[in-house]
Structure formats: structure tokens, C-alpha cells
């Protein structure tokens, strides 16, 4: 302290310009990852057994994963239903977001039946979407 109060300069690190390098690259890499989704996907792959088995579960009582809530990975789900389209959709909605879902569907999302938002494929027959 008695050098700041003296006047005497304090040497910077040197490198700081890699570290703004680093950084920025850091931050490349993250909005590339976020923007593919990879976030979403990897925790979906985590979650993935849990949603097949509660389509063999629920299959003839989706009712049954209504009932309580289920902890798939990191998704609460709140219940499932089927919707849309002669009911061959099954929805797995979030607990603390009605409007948000991982879709169970053979023969894709292309719409929602309504207020369409956000969607998109995972993997194989699973989707997930966001209303507006």
C-alpha cells in the first residue's frame, strides 16, 4: 500500500492479451455450442432411458406418469398426454413449464396443432418444443 500512496506504478501481468484471446475464444466456443443445441441434446441423451421406459410404463395409462412427478435427468416432467393428430403424439411436459415438452412422435412435429414456438429433433423419434 505505501508504494500506491508514494505514487509508484504496479506492473501489469504480462500476457494479458492472450488471456483476452482465451476468453474470447472461450466465448466463441460457447454461443457455437449453445446456438447447436449441444446442451440440450446431451441432457436429453442423459434423460433418455427414463423417457423410453415411461412410454413402455404409461403405454396403455399415460395417466400414470401424471400422477406424480418424475425426474428424468434434469427434466421434471409433471405429467404426459397424447395430443394432436389422432392423439399419436405424447407429450412429457415440464413440471414448472406447462408450455415447454419432450414429444414422443413417429411421425414428426412439422406443427403443433397451435401456437407452434419453438421446436426441434433430438434424436430419433423424440423431439422437444417451446411455446411462445
Not at 24 to 45: E, H, N, Q
Request: with cysteine; charged share 20%.
Amino acid at each position: 500500500l505505501g508504494s500506491v500512496a508514494l505514487g509508484r506504478q504496479i506492473p501489469m501481468p504480462s500476457g494479458a492479451p492472450g488471456n483476452q484471446r482465451f476468453l474470447i475464444g472461450l466465448l466463441v466456443l460457447v454461443t457455437g455450442l449453445a446456438s447447436l443445441k449441444v446442451p440440450l441434446r446431451a441432457s436429453f441423451f442423459m434423460a433418455k432411458s427414463g423417457f423410453e421406459q415411461a412410454l413402455v410404463d404409461g403405454q396403455d395409462d399415460l395417466q400414470v406418469i401424471g400422477r406424480w412427478s418424475h425426474d428424468f435427468g434434469l427434466y421434471h416432467i409433471g405429467n404426459a398426454e397424447r395430443r394432436c393428430h389422432d392423439k399419436e403424439r405424447i407429450y412429457f411436459k415440464f413440471q414448472d413449464d406447462s408450455e415447454s415438452a419432450i414429444i414422443y412422435s413417429e411421425t414428426g412435429i412439422e406443427d403443433l396443432c397451435y401456437n407452434s414456438g419453438n421446436k426441434g429433433h433430438l434424436a430419433g423419434n423424440w423431439y422437444w418444443m417451446k411455446e411462445d
